[in-house]
């Protein structure tokens, strides 16, 4: 059975997994019940978890629920086969379903009411399984009883004035006008590189993932990839965020960015969050990815919708944004902008920056880019700010047809960065960063 069936029997575990994908991951406890858990879902992909490691247990059910989860995979499992009971998160239903006993079993059930119940209850459930999960209530008895529960918590809801999409839709809506959203990530990278040596550090580079950070106490820290995909992280001590330095900010966060800020070494700019379970990212009050268009994480949108907070708790337009702003970025615009820094760490800095290596001026390949910009002027356009190339606008995968795949192979030729489509767009939809070399084509081509 699946997990998302009301009458769920967890413990046939006898059945292959359809991905393969058997993976074990091993975890600290931190004194909790030392035994092993499965997750799983409604599409037979399985992993073991065991105490002893790392990474919580909390911690690897989200990740493996963000690598997962789909418009047609949207019921997870956390079960204890030899304790016989199992947590079950319905997100499309907004239920938890809590399970003891495999053969005539007891099964409750628990409307979703906050960004952080999924963290809290996969928490309790790995610290004491079934009867943990007691004062975390209330627990229904029944399907009629959740659908009443979940009702009376929706207009209870409404009646408060807590229509949390069209808050989460306002919050997006006001970082998409964002400095931070307009600016390109190649230019960002530029600016972080010369502000990390400004405060006298380097840039580090490991296996392909360059990490910029500046600042103490209040930090910003970066990580990008050589494909471009990468993650800024703000920390404001005076943010009403700092307080909780709470990882669920970090869910939504797509698994490779999240690989970026776990367990790194703590610094004077990466100071780490003090969680129970262990295996905690890095503490932040604003989580930006870069995955697709810049945009914050699902965790910290969130945080600030339930707190009445807006973006600026973030910390993000006092940390960095003074720096993006300037469109001249030169030693007096970083000197005004970081007042604690002196003239000579500014000087020394922008000094210590190697010059572009030249990459964005080389020639592009002469029939690759007249192709491409015959894609963009039949089916794209420029986002609003510059920064990414939309082809096949509104299409999908089938309507975009041979040419979609002819694209994608131009994008290699090119070297162009291409980027996830952002939630919402058609499936045959293709971003990509734009590129100065391209921008100079399209002028004959718009």
Request: charged residues 25%; hydrophobic residues 35%; contains cysteine.
């Amino acid at each position: 059975m699946k997990p998302s069936e009301v009458g769920w029997c967890p413990h046939d575990r006898g059945r292959a997994s359809r991905s393969g994908e058997d993976v074990t991951i091993t975890a600290c406890h931190n004194g909790r019940m030392a035994r092993p858990l499965t997750f799983s879902d409604d599409e037979d992909n399985e992993q073991q978890w065991l105490p002893g490691g790392n990474q919580s247990c909390e911690d690897a059910f989200l990740e493996f629920v963000a690598r997962h989860r789909g418009a047609d995979n949207t019921s997870f499992c956390v079960e204890d086969s030899d304790g016989e009971e199992a947590l079950v998160f319905l997100l499309d239903v907004g239920a938890i379903c809590r399970i003891q006993g495999f053969q005539d079993s007891r099964t409750e059930y628990r409307v979703v009411t906050s960004s952080g119940d999924h963290r809290r209850l996969a928490a309790e459930f790995a610290r004491g399984g079934f009867a943990a999960l007691d004062p975390h209530g209330p627990w229904l008895p029944d399907v009629e009883s959740f659908l009443r529960a979940r009702s009376a918590h929706r207009e209870r809801r409404v009646a408060r004035g807590e229509r949390e999409q069209d808050l989460g839709e306002a919050l997006r809506s006001e970082f998409d006008r964002s400095v931070l959203r307009r600016t390109h990530p190649r230019e960002l990278r530029r600016r972080l590189d010369v502000l990390t040596r400004v405060d006298g550090r380097e840039p580090v580079t490991v296996s392909g993932v360059t990490h910029y950070g500046y600042g103490t106490g209040d930090t910003v820290d970066a990580w990008f990839a050589a494909d471009g995909r990468g993650l800024v992280v703000t920390f404001d001590r005076s943010s009403a965020l700092a307080a909780a330095q709470d990882a669920a900010l970090y869910d939504g966060v797509p698994a490779d960015l999240l690989a970026l800020v776990r367990n790194v070494p703590e610094t004077a700019t990466t100071p780490s969050s003090a969680h129970p379970g262990g295996g905690t990212p890095v503490a932040a009050t604003g989580i930006f990815t870069f995955s697709g268009p810049c945009a914050m994480a699902d965790g910290l949108v969130a945080r600030l919708r339930e707190d009445g907070l807006g973006i600026e708790a973030t910390g993000v337009g006092r940390l960095l944004e003074p720096f993006l702003a300037p469109p001249d970025f030169t030693p007096a615009a970083v000197a005004e902008a970081g007042e604690w820094w002196g003239q000579e760490d500014v000087a020394r800095g922008f000094a210590a920056t190697p010059a572009p290596d030249g990459q964005q001026a080389a020639p592009l390949d002469r029939e690759a880019l007249t192709r491409f910009c015959e894609i963009w002027a039949d089916s794209g356009y420029n986002d609003r700010w510059d920064v990414h190339h939309v082809l096949f606008d509104s299409r999908t995968v089938e309507e975009a047809g041979p040419a979609r795949d002819d694209l994608l192979e131009l994008v290699r030729t090119l070297g162009l960065e291409r980027v996830d489509a952002p939630p919402g767009a058609a499936t045959g939809e293709v971003w990509v960063r734009s590129d100065p070399r391209i921008d100079a084509e399209l002028g004959n081509w718009s």
